[in-house]
């Protein structure tokens, strides 16, 4: 079956460091890959994707490239803020006709101090 | 992005009662809304998956009459945990989809905020 692991937090940093979260996954298939952001109180919300090999999803500062040879999906982001912490989680998608459903990670949290 | 609320919030009952939570797109239709519960420091995992005016499905291992589920409209769907009990404590997360999928497509799902369910 399908699964995602990624690296367990809590990830603390300071303003302005380099943030890295791996992710690495097992899939039967083609999947598409995903970081979900979840803030405190609130809901998931989609911060990035990537389809195929070698595309790279951005948003907000964040980017992870699909690593169809390491089975990896890393998010990066050069300079985080106090505003950054939240709890991140990686999951894919494997599309097949009729609908589409989503493996999560376990999520990690990052704090970033000011 | 689209709007999806969760009420309540959070909720304690008493053993062997039983609790409802609702899950609501607020600016679009949902034609496919997900039920996913969430342990600590754990995975998100997919309870059941419900397309409007349908029955559930359930992922296996999901017991569906405990777990009764409800999507009567397009913009509402229910969780209904019967006879909860102490281990049905948990975070239950709600998602909901614009479109049925089909083969090649992905839509985005909205997620909910989550309902806090706690079974003395």
């Known amino acids: 079956g399908n699964s995602v692991t990624q690296m367990e937090g809590p990830v603390t940093l300071s303003e302005e460091a380099f943030l890295t979260i791996n992710c690495t996954y097992t899939a039967t298939g083609y999947p598409s890959l995903f970081w979900y952001v979840q803030y405190p109180g609130e809901g998931l919300q989609l911060l990035l994707k990537a389809t195929k090999a070698d595309d790279k999803g951005s948003n907000k500062g964040f980017e992870a490239t699909y690593r169809k040879e390491t089975t990896s999906f890393h998010l990066e982001k050069g300079s985080v803020q106090v505003s950054d912490s939240a709890v991140y989680f990686c999951a894919l998608s494997e599309i097949w006709s009729g609908y589409s459903t989503l493996t999560f990670g376990k999520g990690t949290m990052l704090l970033v101090s000011p | 992005g689209a709007v999806v609320s969760q009420h309540p919030s959070w909720v304690i009952c008493k053993s062997g009662t039983s609790v409802k939570i609702e899950c609501r797109s607020l600016d679009f239709q949902a034609t496919t809304m997900f039920w996913y519960r969430q342990f600590p420091k754990q995975s998100l995992m997919l309870m059941a998956t419900s397309n409007e005016g349908s029955k559930a499905t359930y992922e296996q291992g999901v017991e569906k009459d405990k777990f009764l589920i409800n999507h009567a409209s397009l913009t509402l769907s229910t969780l209904t945990v019967t006879s909860a009990h102490p281990e049905d404590s948990s975070f239950y997360i709600c998602?909901?989809?614009?479109?049925?999928?089909?083969?090649?497509?992905?839509?985005?799902?909205?997620f909910g905020p989550g309902t806090r369910l706690t079974v003395l």
């Open positions: 998602s909901a989809r614009q479109g049925i999928g089909g083969s090649g497509v992905y839509n985005e799902q909205f």
